[in-house]
């Protein structure tokens, strides 16, 4: 099992930047993949941004190019570095972490940070 925790989230102004962090309960080394969704009003949850196995990373193509995900292995934490926020990047962001065990993944998320992008 493994706890996240999230910060850095809260309100900018359209073309500004904020760092999310997540601190996960142990070490990346035991995580299959680790990374960050989000969810905004009335919509599904989905993929921002994902790092796996062997540093290979998946993200949305909303968020190429200004959006980047970077970890330290030493502090158990994966970092969310967004720039150029749109108002549309208006979201509760939530850490994600997977965990495989033979045939089976284990799914886990944080409590969420909510990020507010005015125009």
């Given at each position: 099992?493994?706890?996240?925790?999230?910060?850095?989230?809260?309100?900018?102004?359209?073309?500004?930047?904020?760092?999310?962090?997540?601190?996960?309960?142990?070490?990346?080394?035991s995580?299959?993949?680790?990374?960050?969704?989000?969810?905004?009003?009335?919509?599904?949850?989905e993929?921002v941004?994902?790092?796996?196995?062997?540093?290979?990373?998946?993200?949305?193509?909303?968020?190429?190019g200004?959006?980047?995900?970077?970890?330290?292995?030493?502090?158990?934490?994966v970092?969310?570095?967004?720039?150029s926020?749109?108002?549309?990047?208006?979201?509760v962001?939530?850490?994600n972490?997977?965990?495989?065990?033979?045939?089976?993944?284990?799914?886990?998320?944080?409590?969420?940070?909510?990020?507010?992008?005015?125009?």
């Amino acid at each position: 099992q493994v706890h996240l925790v999230e910060s850095g989230g809260g309100l900018v102004q359209a073309g500004g930047s904020l760092r999310l962090s997540c601190v996960a309960s142990r070490t990346m080394f035991s995580i299959n993949a680790i990374g960050w969704y989000r969810q905004a009003p009335g919509k599904q949850r989905e993929l921002v941004v994902v790092i796996g196995s062997g540093g290979i990373i998946n993200s949305s193509d909303s968020v190429k190019g200004r959006f980047t995900i970077s970890r330290d292995d030493a502090k158990n934490t994966v970092y969310l570095q967004m720039n150029s926020l749109k108002p549309e990047d208006t979201a509760v962001y939530y850490c994600n972490a997977k965990i495989v065990r033979g045939f089976t993944e284990d799914e886990y998320w944080g409590q969420g940070t909510q990020v507010t992008v005015s125009s």
